[in-house]
């Protein structure tokens, strides 16, 4: 378990992160959510030892990272959000590379890089150069360093940063197969990876952390009003007030009229569903419903709420 503990960070007057705490459970894909300069990047690089907390800790299990900085770094793999590679090595040398600095067992180094290339798909570009390949190669090159020394914990920031609708596919797919073997966190701003990979989110934002849970009890915990667009035709809208609930929790948000057609919106609490009253009104009264869609909260909702509505974010 990883457990982050008042974790403080200055960089000179400038407060980065502000005694944050949250926890990442064994064997769990932890989604690191925040706009950028939010503090995710710099949460990660004192994880992974690259960087020191000004206060507080971080604990792998009974290690910290102020007292046992080489034995956390034993236990993880990081894919950093500018993935390092040497562009001139080709991806078997590289890997080999990787693994003697890892200090893997001589004898063991080939078996290992056979498993990684296999894992990460990488048969078809393993004695290319690293500088040819495509920017979703480069990232499975990347994942590749890291779980090259089979680590328990991985630590990836913004791993499909840059790549197109394909490649984000590959690589999604390939990290919720790492998941299943090992403690997952990857951050990113980009909420569609996050809510397809992850099995519980933590949203930071202006260094603080803003939430924490599931994507269920995110949405529970800060939903706001069903909207309900529908399209009209034939319709007598000076009758809308007689439709059931609505001047008690149904609220017209927006109605245009285009010839013998009405667009109307209509907002009401998550509590209810009023949709079956409202389609036996229209019938009843001869009203055409060309169209009718609802919509929730969204993590992209709940994610706007916590970090433009409560305080906004800021660039690094």
Known sequence: MIRIDNLTKYYGSFLALDSINFQVENGEILGFLGPNGAGKT???????????????????????????????????????????????????????????????????????????????????????????????????????????????????????????????????????????????????????????????????????????GTLDELMAKFRGDTILEMELKDADTSKLESIPTINEKIKVVDLKEKDDQFNLVLEYPNTIDPREDIFEYAVNNNWKILEMSRSKTSLEDVFRKLTVEQGGSHEN
Do not use: W
């Open 42 to 212: 710099t949460t990660m690089q004192i994880m992974t030892s690259f960087l020191a907390p000004s206060q507080g800790n971080i604990y792998v299990d009974d290690l910290n990272v102020i007292d046992d900085s080489y034995e956390i770094r034993e236990h993880l793999g990081y894919l950093p959000e500018h993935n390092p590679l040497y562009e001139d090595m080709t991806v078997f040398d590289f890997l080999k590379f990787v693994a003697k600095v890892r200090e893997i067992e001589p004898a063991s180094i080939k078996r290992r890089i056979e498993e990684v290339i296999e894992i990460c798909g990488l048969q078809k570009v393993v004695h290319r150069e690293i500088g040819v390949l495509s920017k979703g190669y480069k990232q499975r090159v990347g994942l590749g360093q890291a779980i090259i020394h089979d680590p328990r914990i991985l630590i990836l920031d913004e791993p499909t940063s840059g790549l197109d609708p394909n490649q984000i596919a590959e690589i999604r797919e390939l990290i919720k197969t790492l998941g299943k073997k090992k403690t997952v966190l990857i951050s990113s701003h980009i909420l569609q990876e996050i809510q397809a990979t992850a099995d519980r989110m933590v949203i930071i934002n202006e260094g603080k952390i803003a939430a924490d």
